[in-house]
């Protein structure tokens, strides 16, 4: 074992040792280590945002791809943000020690279930530092500590948010080493993380596929994730296509390089040449369109002036694009269109956009994604935005969560049974 990775084991086993108390921690506690949190990120702002400018800059000389630069990108707007994530997960229910059910079986055993936390939590991310504090904090309030190993990317951001939690730490009723971030970049710390199952409950990968798909094929612990993210809108022939318009264009652009934007347009042939006409003319210049011959004949027809328009290729139904590219099917039915999503989705985040409450009671019934919208931009697949106050990562698993983690899905539970002598019987 060498000395990097040794360290990394002593910091799981403090967060093991620190969840032991964590677990019976009082929700003021809690609460006030999370205020803590808050009020540290709005008073280091400038030190957060120099560290992150050393990232930037480091990442703009090895040729990171926009996208990855605007994930790793803080703002002070971003800042503020993760503060008011941090205190609106403080204004929370706290899950643990909630009773989920209870009985009192014929022979008087009262049997019930309590929320308990899962433990030590860790998670192997990339490229975006917010993510340091939002599985901190989520881990906090429901009761796990955190073992937090960003990429080498964010190495400066992270240590000087791992220096502000653990000051926040120090300063509260919890113990310091509840949330453990281990600065060293090397991708040994994977494999040492990944073989700790005696330490560590669960391991959440958030990243690119190459990652994900390694932590689950080596790790000794239940893990959660979802890989490449290949979202679909669907406009169906019976839509409000300036609604359609504007949920579209919202589900692409507002920000591309985030895993809930979308890639593949699904449009109703009834409906396309209108609505693509309209979007055409919204992308110009911005968004590449990537088509089959008939779509491109199509699009090409509309002479729209600057619309970038390129053939789809073999992989173009499976791309996560992280850019202001988009796939366009047109289709003849919904059951085209449904049979196209079930081929093609990562069963992530999927919508309709559909006036007809049959057409839409449909999507939701056959399509199998841990999120399914109507008439709204897939963009709100977000902890936040569901009212989660963050998000640990967005399963697209079925066992234990799926869709964005909260702090129920951060519990397990165990069985109470009160007794009064009971003996079962020979």
């Not at 002070?76 to 706290?94: K, N, W, Y």
């Not at 060293?184 to 994977?190: E, M, Q, V």
């Not at 069963?347 to 559909?354: F, L, M, N, V």
Request: aromatic share 4%.
């Amino acid at each position: 074992m060498t000395a990097t990775a040794s360290r990394v084991r002593e910091q799981a086993e403090a967060a093991r040792a620190a969840a032991r108390r964590l677990a019976i921690a009082s929700t003021d506690a809690k609460n006030g280590a999370l205020e803590r949190i808050a009020t540290l990120l709005l008073e280091r702002e400038s030190a957060i945002l120099a560290a992150n400018e050393q990232d930037l800059a480091a990442g703009r000389e090895a040729g990171l791809e926009d996208y990855f630069i605007e994930r790793l990108t803080l703002t002070p707007a971003r800042i503020r943000g993760m503060a008011a994530d941090t205190r609106h997960i403080a204004s929370l229910p706290d899950p643990v020690g909630e009773t989920i059910d209870a009985r009192t079986l014929p022979n008087g055993l009262q049997i019930s279930r309590k929320r308990v936390p899962l433990g030590v939590v860790a998670c192997i991310y990339e490229s975006r530092p917010n993510v340091t504090i939002d599985i901190a904090t989520l881990c906090l309030k429901s009761g796990n500590a955190a073992v937090l190993r960003g990429g080498k990317e964010a190495v400066h951001s992270n240590a000087v948010l791992g220096d502000l939690l653990r000051d926040a730490l120090e300063d509260s009723e919890l113990p310091a080493d509840s949330a453990q971030v281990v600065r060293d970049p090397d991708r040994a710390h994977i494999d040492e993380l990944l073989g700790m199952h005696e330490v560590i409950d669960l391991i959440v990968p958030r990243g690119g596929a190459g990652l994900i798909s390694y932590v689950r094929e080596n790790a000794t612990m239940p893990v959660v994730a979802h890989g490449d993210a290949v979202l679909h809108t669907y406009v169906d022939a019976e839509a409000d296509l300036a609604m359609a318009l504007e949920v579209v264009d919202n589900a692409k652009t507002r920000r591309y390089s985030i895993c809930n934007a979308l890639d593949t347009l699904l449009v109703h042939e009834a409906v396309a040449p209108e609505l693509l006409r309209s979007l055409g003319q919204r992308w110009a210049g911005t968004v590449t369109l990537l088509g089959d011959a008939p779509v491109l004949d199509l699009l090409a027809g509309l002479d729209v002036p600057g619309l970038a328009l390129e053939p789809a290729g073999p992989d173009a139904w499976d791309t996560e694009h992280l850019a202001l590219r988009a796939g366009v099917r047109v289709v003849a039915s919904m059951d085209e269109a449904l049979a196209h999503i079930e081929a093609h989705s990562s069963k992530h985040s999927e919508a309709i956009i559909t006036d007809s409450y049959e057409n839409a009671m449909r999507f939701t019934s056959e399509v199998d994604a841990a999120v399914v919208y109507v008439n709204a931009s897939t963009q709100f697949t977000d902890g936040a935005q569901f009212g989660l106050g963050a998000e640990i990562g967005i399963s697209t698993q079925k066992m234990h969560a799926r869709g964005p983690m909260g702090l129920v899905e951060l519990t397990s539970y165990k069985w109470m049974v009160l007794g009064a002598g009971h003996v079962r019987p020979v």
